[in-house]
């Protein structure tokens, strides 16, 4: 069974652009989150999407937004790139069980550095 | 606000050490608790999920623990290996696909 995948694995960006990256889950998964990655903070939830809906979001401004397609593939969108947003972004899937055996796999992330 | 905290921040071991990296929550109000595995700039790798109801879950070398009354979680390495170098994940599903991360405990596993 193919992991998570996520594209591009590498990205640079000037001040000001805006950036989508892309995310496949797990065949069988319809739950995909985001979170961003940095030295400072840390791993932090971004969104959840499922069922093409958007059911979580953690604390970031509206610059950063999503989808999901009915084929369960979400795309994440960083519009006017602040140097702040230079980061490790990851994905995650799960089967969005209501059960604590609900559980998380992660992709190789997408680097995103903005100049 | 569920916090997680995770204790040492790095820890540097010879080869053959049993070793124990520390994970606490705030709230105890848990689906479950995942610790993940990350080598530099890769993604996350899960190792051992423990749901709420459990208390301990073994895979291979690696055992972890929870007590989610005081709100802790360990995770014991036996025998460790310089391949087990790299920084270990806590994480805390408090409701459905959300998890909140510790900072994680940087492990160096010496020849």
Sequence with gaps: KAGVTQTPRYLIKTRGQQVTLSCSPISGHRSVSWYQQTPGQGLQFLFEYFSETQRNKGNFPGRFSGRQFSNSRSEMNVSTLELGDSALYLCASSQRRTSGSNEQFFGPGTRLTVL | ?111
């Design chain 2, 1 to 111: 606000k569920q916090e997680v905290t995770q204790i040492p921040a790095a820890l540097s071991v010879p080869e053959g050490e049993n070793l124990v990296l520390n994970c606490s929550f705030t709230d105890s109000a848990i689906y479950n608790l995942q610790w993940f595995r990350q080598d530099p700039g890769k993604g996350l790798t899960s190792l051992l999920l423990i749901q709420s109801s459990q208390r301990e879950q073994t895979s291979g070398r690696l055992n972890a623990s929870l007590d989610k009354s005081s709100g802790r979680s360990t995770l014991y390495i036996a025998a460790s290996q310089p391949g087990d170098s790299a920084t270990y994940l806590c994480a805390v599903n408090s409701g459905y696909s959300t998890l909140t991360f510790g900072k994680g405990t940087m492990l160096l596993v010496s020849p």
